[in-house]
C-alpha cells in the first residue's frame, strides 16, 4: 500500500451546527481515533482533500500531521458523502495504525482487457468488484489486477484463482465468483397453433348440430300437428250426432 502525507487542523467545536459552520467555510469536519488514544477532531480543506483522493484513492496509508505536530500513520475508516449528491463530502473518520501490526482494508478489483468469448456471443459477468484482505500494511496492494482477455465462453476467476504473496491474508470465500463469461440468456416464448382440421372438425360439429337442432324443430311441429287431428275430428263427431 502506497503512503502519502495529509495536513489537517484540529477543532475544538462540535455537534451539527459545528459541522455546518465549518462546511460553510470551505472544510469537512473528520475524526482520528484507535490504538486506545484520544478521538481527535480535525477539519481538511475541503479541495485539497478531494485532490488528494483523486491522486490516491481511498486505499493509502496517510502520515497525517495535524497543525504542523508529529505525524502518524493512518487509514480511512469512512467517508460520508452527500446521498443525492455524491462529490459533496459530509465527514471523514480516520483510523489509526502501527505499521508493524495486520491491518483489514478493502482493496479494488480492476479488469483489463476485452474477453476473447465476447466476439463469439459471450456476456461478461463482473458481481465481485472488491477483496478484503489482512496483512500489514506496507503489504497491502492498492488494488487487485485481472487480465480477462484470454477468457472464453463458460470459463470463470474465481477468489481463490488470485495469486497473492504469502503474508496477505484474503477474508472472502475462496468459492465466490469474480468474473465470468457465459452463453447470452435467450427467452423463448412458446406460440400455439391452431390446425385448420380441428377448425373444420369444429365446423362439421357445429353444421351438425344446427341440423340436429333444425331435425328437432320440424319432429315437434309435426307432433303439434298430429295432437290438433284428433281435437279436430272429435268436434265433427259431436256435430253429427248432434244433428
Do not use: W
Not at 53 to 70: A, D, P, Q, W
Not at 123 to 135: A, I
Not at 155 to 172: F, M
Amino acid at each position: 500500500m502506497q503512503q502519502a502525507n495529509l495536513q489537517v487542523q484540529q477543532r475544538d467545536t462540535f455537534g451539527k451546527q459545528s459541522a455546518r459552520a465549518i462546511r460553510r467555510d470551505g472544510d469537512i469536519p473528520a475524526v482520528v481515533y484507535g490504538r486506545k488514544q484520544d478521538t481527535i477532531p480535525i477539519r481538511i480543506n475541503v479541495r485539497a482533500f478531494k485532490q488528494f483522493l483523486r491522486t490516491y484513492g481511498e486505499n493509502v496509508i496517510i502520515n497525517m500531521e495535524v497543525s504542523e505536530g508529529k505525524s502518524e500513520p493512518v487509514v480511512f475508516k469512512e467517508i460520508q458523502r452527500d446521498p443525492v449528491e455524491k462529490q459533496v463530502l459530509l465527514h471523514a473518520d480516520f483510523i489509526r495504525i502501527s505499521l508493524d501490526e495486520p491491518v483489514t482494508s478493502s482493496v479494488p478489483i480492476v479488469i483489463v482487457g476485452t474477453p476473447a468469448g465476447l466476439q463469439e456471443g459471450g456476456v461478461m459477468e463482473f458481481p465481485l468488484r472488491v477483496l478484503t484482505l489482512n496483512c500489514l500494511p506496507a503489504k497491502m496492494p492498492n488494488e487487485i489486477t485481472i487480465d480477462v482477455t484470454d477468457m472464453d465462453i463458460g470459463d470463470i476467476v474465481y477468489v481463490q484463482d488470485i495469486e497473492l504473496d504469502d503474508e496477505i491474508e484474503v477474508l472472502d470465500e475462496l468459492q465466490r465468483m469474480i468474473v465470468s463469461v457465459s452463453q447470452p440468456r435467450v427467452i423463448v416464448e412458446e406460440v400455439v397453433e391452431v390446425e385448420e382440421g380441428e377448425e373444420g372438425e369444429e365446423g362439421e360439429e357445429g353444421e351438425e348440430g344446427e341440423e340436429r337442432a333444425e331435425g328437432e324443430d320440424t319432429k315437434s311441429d309435426d307432433a303439434e300437428e298430429e295432437r290438433t287431428e284428433p281435437e279436430l275430428i272429435s268436434r265433427r263427431r259431436r256435430k253429427d250426432d248432434d244433428e
